[in-house]
């Protein structure tokens, strides 16, 4: 069965750091997702790709946050510099065609801890 | 608009039934049901699009009522296995963006 990878599955990092997460999502998949899980919270979206282009990132803190899907295939999230508040469960998600009513698929996630 | 779920915990026996509800104070156009385990990516369970359709998935079944903008998912003769953090999200207002719940925590005891 086609899953969602991620890695790294942990990332400790100080405060001021760079860190980045990666994600291949199912193949096939149009639309890529990535969500921020804070402990006790539902996942809240980040930042959706359609493609390689970019279709919602109204949430994505940009001071600090990147992110790109350069191939319209694997994405890159980025944070630099990190901050204390950046812990938090990091998921990538992806559907076929991103329509009403898809399923969204999750990967095992990245948890960062920011120290 | 984020989706109350409530309760926002619950404890049963093995075998009992609970019902975990979702509301929006927005039109909804889908719910999306998800399980997840401490640590562990989310789960797909079901969607449930607006019609007032309901779907079953072996012991656990869900509806929508669109009246109410709200949709309640039911576990039957719980198992050890479904305990874990319940959550719903919402499609709202015609955009496929996905709004999710706080989460319900269902803890099933021997």
């Known amino acids: 069965e086609a899953e969602v990878a991620q890695s790294p599955r942990y990332k400790i990092t100080e405060k001021s750091q760079a860190v980045a997460f990666w994600c291949d999502p199912i193949?096939?998949?149009?639309?890529l997702y990535w969500y921020r899980q804070i402990l006790g919270q539902g996942p809240e979206l980040l930042v959706q790709?359609?493609?390689?282009?970019?279709?919602?990132d109204s949430q994505l803190p940009k001071d600090r946050f990147s992110a790109e899907r350069l191939k319209g295939v694997d994405s890159t999230l980025k944070i630099q510099p990190a901050e204390l508040g950046d812990s938090a469960m990091y998921l990538c998600?992806?559907?076929?065609?991103?329509?009403?009513?898809?399923?969204?698929?999750f990967g095992p996630g990245t948890r960062l801890l920011v120290l | 608009q984020q989706p109350v779920q409530s309760p926002q915990a619950v404890i049963l026996r093995e075998g009992e039934d609970a019902v975990i509800n979702c509301s929006s104070s927005?039109?909804?156009?889908?719910v999306h049901w998800y399980r997840q385990k401490h640590g562990e990516a989310p789960v797909f369970l079901m969607i449930?699009?607006?019609?007032?359709e309901q779907k079953g998935h072996e012991k656990i079944s869900a509806s929508f009522n669109e009246k109410k903008q709200q949709s309640s998912l039911y576990l039957t003769a719980s198992q050890l296995s479904y305990s874990g953090t319940y959550f719903c999200?919402?499609?709202?207002?015609?955009?496929?963006?996905?709004?999710f719940g706080k989460g319900t925590k269902l803890t099933v005891n021997p």
């Open positions: 998600a992806s559907s076929r065609q991103g329509r009403l009513g898809e399923t969204q698929y």
């Open positions: 193949s096939g998949h149009a639309t």
């Open positions: 790709f359609q493609d390689e282009s970019v279709v919602d």
């Open positions: 927005k039109a909804l156009y889908s």
């Open positions: 449930l699009l607006k019609g007032g």
């Open positions: 999200g919402t499609a709202q207002g015609g955009s496929e963006k996905l709004v």
